[in-house]
């Protein structure tokens, strides 16, 4: 069973539909789809990452900025 992470939120903006940028809960390699299905909790809520955006030019560093796409868990 996948664990749930708590994401720490940059900014949510409002309009942008379920996009929020987090901190980057780990060490994203160059071209890395880990984030991809993770389950976490957001607003009380269990939640999965649909997508995700950032500068694929470079691995992405643990509590560097990313976007991410949330959708409920069915």
């Not at 749930?4 to 980057?24: Q, Y």
């Not at 389950?39 to 560093?61: F, G, M, N, S």
């Amino acid at each position: 069973m996948q664990e749930l992470w708590k994401p720490e939120i940059i900014s949510v903006r409002p309009g942008t539909g379920n996009w929020i940028e987090v901190k980057a809960p780990w060490d994203l390699p160059e071209g890395s789809q880990s984030l991809m299905g993770t389950r976490l909790v957001h607003e009380d809520q269990e939640r999965e990452v649909h997508a995700w955006q950032t500068d694929q030019t470079a691995p992405i560093a643990k509590g560097e900025p990313v976007k991410i796409n949330l959708k409920p868990r069915k």
